[in-house]
């Protein structure tokens, strides 16, 4: 009886087994799925969705960078873009420019908020406020879109177009220590004069980092070529919180 019964069990496992074209089906549908989600990120649509949010800062010294929007009334930018200076220009692809009021910088992150009023200024149609993303190590060779107004130059009617995309990867993340930039995002995507202050996005459309600078020579002197630098997410956030922090009319608004 045991024998007939073990003979029973086999012969029902083999009837339930797949044939050889049913298990080529199934690696071949679980290769189609494992490569759906290892695709490529759609860049393009990133940029189509952020660069409304995007805008050129004009200092009007010749020394203009970028910057995004935070939230309705304030935009975040690079310290370094707006330094020495009380207000600036925004400029915007295709919308009218409207002035903005520097209202706090952390020089060692390199942050500065800016304030514009929201009931007067007149933004894209498209401009969203871009949400403060994270980047871990666990994110190093992932995709990362830079945007920025480098090279850009001003129109007669003062617009100034669409911002570059520089697309690269997250090649590490760097700690400067907590009396230089702290940390920093590591990248290829190129960046050139005029980008800084612009959003780094990871590939879910989140800020994960700000263009800060390009590195051109290493620790031992030697020239760097392809290394450039973007202000890590949670070190924008703790300038930002510093600068909310302090009494300022301009937030008041």
């Avoid at 209202?103 to 992150?109: C, I, K, M, S, T």
Wanted: hydrophobic share 45%.
């Amino acid at each position: 009886m045991r024998a007939l019964a073990t003979v029973l069990l086999i012969l029902a496992a083999l009837a339930c087994a797949p044939s050889d074209a049913e298990l080529d089906a199934r690696i071949q549908q679980a290769v189609s799925a494992a490569v759906a989600g290892a695709a490529a990120p759609d860049l393009s649509a990133l940029y189509r969705q952020a660069s409304p949010s995007v805008f050129y800062i004009d200092p009007t010294d010749g020394q203009h960078g970028t910057g995004w929007l935070l939230e309705s009334g304030l935009i975040v930018t690079a310290a370094h873009v707006v330094a020495g200076r009380e207000q600036v220009i925004v400029r915007q692809a295709s919308a009218p420019t409207f002035v903005a009021v520097v209202v706090g910088r952390d020089a060692r992150r390199d942050v500065a908020l800016l304030a514009y009023d929201a009931a007067q200024a007149q933004l894209d149609t498209g401009a969203r406020p871009l949400p403060l993303g994270d980047a871990t190590s666990g994110d190093i060779a992932k995709p990362l879109l830079a945007l920025g107004y480098s090279g850009s130059g001003v129109k007669r009617e003062g617009s100034v177009g669409s911002p570059k995309a520089n697309a690269g990867i997250l090649s590490q993340i760097t700690n400067f220590g907590p009396d230089s930039y702290g940390r920093n995002l590591e990248m290829d995507a190129a960046i050139d004069p005029g980008d800084s202050g612009g959003p780094v996005l990871n590939t879910v459309g989140q800020v994960a980092g700000m263009v800060r600078a390009a590195a051109r020579q290493s620790a031992g002197g030697g020239t760097v070529v392809g290394t450039f630098y973007a202000v890590h997410a949670d070190e924008i956030r703790a300038a930002l919180a510093g600068i909310k922090g302090r009494e300022n009319p301009a937030l008041q608004q």
